[in-house]
């Protein structure tokens, strides 16, 4: 009974997160192409080499924080790779 409830629960919230991403799609859209063009640029102007540190590599980690979080997860990826941890 306790597992019935826990996948009525878990289905309701997706269903919830669903709908609040498919509302603004187009928002989401525009932010995740922002945050891949916030690590291009990163990389393209060599912005990380004047903090000392290399280019951030084109991972399918990073991407998919780019994508997913856009321009805040840009910026995660970004401060992850300050302190020296690298995407896979």
Known sequence: MNIDLAVLIAGILIAVALFFLLKD?????????LGLLVLFF????????????TEIPYSLVNILLCILGGIPGAI??????LIGI???
């Open 25 to 33: 799609i187009t928002k989401l859209i525009i932010n995740s192409i």
């Open 42 to 53: 990163m990389n393209l102007f060599n912005i990380m080499a004047s903090l000392g540190r």
């Open 76 to 81: 995660i990826v970004i401060v992850l790779h």
């Open 86 to 88: 690298e995407g896979f």
